[in-house]
């Protein structure tokens, strides 16, 4: 069994999801903005009421995908609203950045 770890900074992360967003959004690279759509589609049912997983990435009923790394990083994209949405916590359980996530959506 291989084990990679990924030392990344908020900030980097960031990134990551303002490429992908505007990968999307501008499709100037036609095949990796067509390997994020495929990424973003539910491959396999989970145990996770709600939720999808597609390629390195949790999708929920809404389609939108969340990476969730080691801990308690998250990173979340809205395409329908260009926004992007970075959580890192010293802890693993998700239920406090999940809250934030649906939060986040469903704005009161």
């Avoid at 095949?31 to 709600?50: G, I, N, R, Y």
């Avoid at 990476?67 to 239920?95: C, E, P, T, W």
Wanted: proline share 4%; with cysteine.
């Amino acid at each position: 069994m291989v084990e990679v770890e990924l030392w990344i900074t908020p900030r980097d992360l960031a990134r990551i999801g303002s490429y992908m967003l505007a990968t999307l959004k501008s499709r100037d690279v036609a095949c990796v903005a067509q390997f994020l759509d495929d990424a973003m589609k539910p491959k396999l049912k989970t145990l996770w009421e709600a939720k999808g997983y597609g390629y390195q990435l949790w999708t929920d009923t809404r389609g939108l995908p969340q990476a969730i790394g080691h801990g308690g990083q998250m990173l979340s994209i809205d395409r329908s609203r260009s926004r992007i949405m970075v959580v890192f916590s010293a802890k693993s359980n998700y239920l406090g950045a999940q809250r934030s996530f649906h939060t986040w959506l469903d704005p009161q």
